[in-house]
């Protein structure tokens, strides 16, 4: 599965088209199946229906955990390093790692989860988490983890989007100097689920939660009352593995379904190949588990590969905006793995961060999430990578599972802000406006994926049209990644940022219709439009426009009651940067928001707005402009 060189690369590329399943099939039979596979692939991107490894049994926890106990059990499979610098860091080696998930595994069974239900998980960054994520695994149940810093209601609609069962969670957080309530949020959150039947607390704060008698139960007080040992279930490689809901143009966030198999085998390869990583190394992600970077390069790619793999409860400016450095320095960290935004918060700390930390270790450096700019690009290269390491642009998608364009590190010739090249088994496909694939380099188009791969999306859950509607109805035949994109004149592949309603957050996306409906929720509002706007530090900020039904008169109270609000239904990731009261909204005479000039203006330039003739009345955007003084 190792690629070893560039000539490795290109051959891989090449066998992969032109034998697809020759390629993927000797890749799988790398890892432990419970019974081999019949066929490879069958596929179409009509319906969509996509099979991986057909008829193929497993159970990733094998892949995960009871190989690498077989082989060293007593390597790290995980270095926890907790919030406080002060506060010791733990490490579980494989054969404890696999021990808490069996344990907890039989847990989960004990109050009734069996395969195939959903298990809504929403816990900080402490080892638990992946000790339940991996014990759902084991047992066949469906995870949705549920980031942290997701609100009641958020928790709520998924829980019941997905029919959980059950809620994982933990008494409270902390991240930097902050305390977050866990167990009190769903508590609120579960009011309104019906299908809930059990909530498992683990503690991490030991601030005081209301118990519920015969549905709330501690994990420390379960886990003592089972058995250590829980042979894996087996699983179809077609078996939903679990479910991440994430925002799109439309509508409530949608559940994005991954399966056992394919799912397995590409990230595992994907993290390999693109970190080039070797045994012994030390990984450090600094992602979130509830988003997909979590789960496919901390969770599952990294214990697949057998890796030591860091895991930070933290924020990267606790206490100090070294901290990162710290870990890097104190772990003897060689890969580091980050977003965009993180490197220009830190960039903008200064250099005083970085003395005394020896960051020698280091070998990769790795980025995702959002475009990354040029400044940010070399100051990583230059201040952390010292010039001698790579780094990894991956680009990729919740949707895609991993890595689609990236480089290969100390293999591939990096660029800066260019995610480079596909991986093995990605063909990527620009396409015109009249939906036509532009052939030839020097050119730029949405970006589509012509042919399958082992992890791509098999269906939004509950609700398969959406999965086709959203994806595979742009671009009939093709899987529609949302992204725009140019392919320069070596055939490198640089992302530009997405084409659609969605806003990129410090890397978290965010649907504009979702926010629009929050703030719809609120006393007064008639209506809001929100979009993005370029922001130093972010990436992109919110910025909302909004009609209310009176005159406003203290409009800094009002402001703050409706981010009050937009925290409440959504999170606080989703709080507009800007609001701006208006008197109208620039429509076509259709009624469609014309969202491209809400654009401009929020952006601060309005010297060239485009095509405004399809506008109903023109006068709505001079009052706009009047307002931000742009006129
Ligand atoms: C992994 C992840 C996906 C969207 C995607 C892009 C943007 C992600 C990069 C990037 C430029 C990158 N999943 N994006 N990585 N843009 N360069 N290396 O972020 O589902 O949360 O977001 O993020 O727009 O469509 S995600």
Known sequence: MRINNFEEYQQAYKKSVEDPEGFWGEIANEFVWKKPFDKVLEWNFEEPNVKWFLGGKLNITENCLDRHVENKPQQTAIIWEPNDPSDEAVSLTYKVLHERVCRFANVLKKHGIKKGDRVCIYMPMIPELVVSVLACARIGAIHSVVFGGFSAKSISDRINDSQCKMVITSDGAVRGTKSIPMKETVDDAIVTCPSVEKVIVATRTRTPVSMIKGRDYWWEDEIKKVSADCPAEEMDAEDPLFILYTSGSTGKPKGVVHTCGGYMVYTTYSFVNAFQYNPGEVYFCTADIGWITGHSYIAYGPLAAGAINVMFEGVPT??????????????????????????????????????????????????????????????????????????????????????????????????????????????PALMDENGNEIEGNDVSGNLCIKFPWPSIIRTTWGDHERCKQVYFSSYPGKYFTGDGCLRDEDGYYRITGRVDDVINVSGHRIGTAEVEDALNMHLGVVESAVVGFPHDIKGQGIYAYMIMDKPVEDGEMLKKDILATVTRIIGPIAKPDHILFVNGLPKTRSGKIMRRILRKIAEGDVSNLGDTSTLLDPAVVDEIKAKVGLA
Not at 354 to 361: N, Y
Not at 390 to 408: A, H, S
Request: net charge neutral; hydrophobic share 35%.
């Open 318 to 427: 606790y206490p100090d905006a070294g901290r990162f450095w710290d870990i890097v320095d104190k772990h003897k960290v060689n890969i580091f793995y980050t977003a965009p935004t993180a490197i220009r918060a830190l960039m903008g700390n200064g250099l005083e961060y970085l003395e005394g930390k020896d960051l020698s270790s280091l070998k990769v450096l790795g980025t995702v999430g959002e475009p990354i700019n040029e400044e940010a690009w070399q100051w990583y290269h230059k201040y952390i990578g010292k010039e001698k390491c790579p780094i990894v642009d991956t680009w990729w998608q919740t949707e895609t599972g991993g890595f689609m364009i990236t480089p290969l590190a100390h293999i591939t010739k990096t660029k800066p802000s260019y995610a480079t090249l596909p991986l093995p088994g990605i063909q």
